[in-house]
Every structure is written in structure tokens, then in C-alpha cells.
């Protein structure tokens, strides 16, 4: 696999997004309810509302869900105070890891990702140590079955899209963040569905992980993942495929 791939494509490959939909819904609603603070309730004039949306609406979330969470941040109804932190770290083999947090309890948070790192090889790092390895990306992968090459390419880069790649069973487009609502829109226009479509943390160079540090690794981000804390995680991993399908 390829560690530009970010690990929601890991998550895709080892089938686990299912089985998290209810620790899914809760941290998109955070996100939802932190961006219609911030930025106000109407998505027509919030972009981080109005990704969070769309990110709800592809995971199927009831309408009303997404609304409550809306008047949640403009303070419509009553909610939770949530503060942002981003924290960075190695894992095992050195790989990178950048952890974005949204915690009511800040003191909490970090001792829990820290435990988090130690207990699989890993150490939680200052602020900048890692974070000058990524760049944010507005990213969509495609199955390659799903559409000719020539006819997506032509399709996103007159939207606007920086690069369309072919990676493994993947067709991968890259945007500016900035760009990435009309790209996908663009593609949308294609009828083709998209297997990931967001925008993330790309990280400029790979880190290659194989056996016990690749398992290691694939344990730690799975932890990161489900502590409730935790909204997104990034890493430079560089996983095999056959090591995915495993696990």
C-alpha cells in the first residue's frame, strides 16, 4: 500500500468503517457542532460546515442528526464546549503520526494518546516535529473498474484538480483544498461513486513498514482511532497490502 494513501484507505481495505459507524457518527458530530460555532450555522457559508455535512450525509446520517448538531454549535440547544488540538508523534519504525483531537477535558486527552503511543512503540512528540511532513490535500479515490482513465482525467483537471494517479486498484485525484468541493462536484457529474472523498493530511514522504512494526503500527492507529477524543488520524506508513488484508 501506498503511504500516500492516508489511513482511511487502510480502514476502507480491512472493512472496519461498518463496524465503527457508531463511534463515526459521534465524532462527525463534533465536528459539526465545532464548525457551526465557529463559523456559523448555514453550510452555504461555512466550509468546514459544509464538508462536515457532506461527510455526515456519505455516511448516511439521519437528517435530524445533523441539524441537532448544527443548533448544538450556534447554541440553539444546549451542548458540549469542544477544544481543538493537534498532536504529533512516531510511531514504530519512526513513522509519522499526526492525531487531531476534539476534547471537552484537554489534561485527559493527551494522557490518553500518550499512553496510546508507549503502549505500541511509539512516542508522542513536541508540536512541529512531525506536522512539516504533510500537506493539506483535498483527496478522492476512485475504483479503476469504475471509470476510464483518459475520461477522469480530462474530467478533474478541467475542474481544477493538481493530479490524477493510478495507485493499485485506485484511481487517486489531488486538489487544492480550496478546489475540492468542485472537483468532486466534476466527478460527481460522472456517476461513478467515490470510495474516498475528503479532504486530509498527505504526507510528502513514505516511511516502510514491514512485520512486527507493521503490526505494531496498525494496532496504534486502530487504538487512536477509537479513542473517542480523537477525530482524524494521518500517518506516513508505508503498509503491504498483504499485511492489510490480514489484520
Known amino acids: 500500500m501506498s503511504g500516500h494513501n492516508k489511513w482511511a484507505s487502510i480502514k476502507h481495505k480491512k472493512g472496519a468503517a461498518d463496524a465503527r459507524r457508531g463511534k463515526i457518527f459521534t465524532k462527525l458530530i463534533k465536528e459539526i457542532t465545532v464548525a457551526a460555532r465557529m463559523g456559523?450555522?448555514?453550510?452555504?457559508?461555512?466550509?468546514?460546515?459544509?464538508?462536515?455535512?457532506?461527510?455526515?450525509?456519505?455516511e448516511n446520517m439521519p437528517k435530524e442528526n445533523i441539524?441537532?448538531?448544527?443548533?448544538?454549535?450556534?447554541?440553539?440547544?444546549?451542548?458540549?464546549?469542544?477544544?481543538?488540538s493537534i498532536y504529533e508523534g512516531y510511531g514504530p519504525g519512526g513513522a509519522a503520526v499526526l492525531v487531531e483531537s476534539l476534547s471537552d477535558n484537554k489534561n485527559r486527552s493527551v494522557a490518553e494518546i500518550?499512553?496510546?503511543?508507549?503502549k505500541n512503540g511509539g512516542n508522542l512528540g513536541?508540536?512541529?516535529?512531525?506536522?512539516?511532513?504533510?500537506?493539506?490535500?483535498?483527496?478522492?479515490a476512485i475504483d479503476r473498474k469504475a471509470i476510464d482513465e483518459e475520461q477522469l482525467m480530462e474530467k478533474a483537471l478541467?475542474?481544477?484538480?493538481?493530479?490524477?494517479?493510478?495507485?493499485?486498484?485506485?484511481?487517486?485525484?489531488?486538489?487544492?483544498?480550496?478546489?475540492?468541493e468542485a472537483v468532486k462536484a466534476a466527478i460527481d457529474q460522472l456517476n461513478v461513486a467515490c470510495t474516498t472523498a475528503e479532504v486530509t493530511m498527505l504526507p510528502d514522504t513514505t516511511t516502510a513498514l514491514v512485520g512486527k512494526e507493521a503490526e505494531q503500527m496498525m494496532r496504534l492507529m486502530d487504538m487512536l482511532e477509537d479513542c473517542d477524543d480523537v477525530q482524524k488520524v494521518y500517518t506516513n506508513?508505508?503498509?503491504?497490502?498483504?499485511?492489510?488484508?490480514k489484520a
Open 67 to 84: 441539524e441537532r448538531g448544527i443548533k448544538k454549535g450556534t447554541g440553539e440547544l444546549e451542548g458540549v464546549s469542544y477544544e481543538e
Open 114 to 118: 500518550r499512553h496510546i503511543f508507549t
Open 158 to 180: 478541467e475542474a481544477g484538480a493538481e493530479d490524477v494517479r493510478d495507485e493499485d486498484d485506485s484511481w487517486e485525484v489531488i486538489t487544492a483544498p480550496e478546489d475540492f
Open 126 to 140: 513536541a508540536n512541529g516535529c512531525v506536522a512539516w511532513m504533510f500537506k493539506k490535500k483535498g483527496f478522492i
Open 40 to 58: 456559523g450555522g448555514d453550510p452555504a457559508g461555512n466550509p468546514r460546515l459544509r464538508a462536515a455535512v457532506l461527510a455526515a450525509k456519505a
Open 237 to 245: 506508513a508505508d503498509i503491504p497490502d498483504d499485511m492489510v488484508a
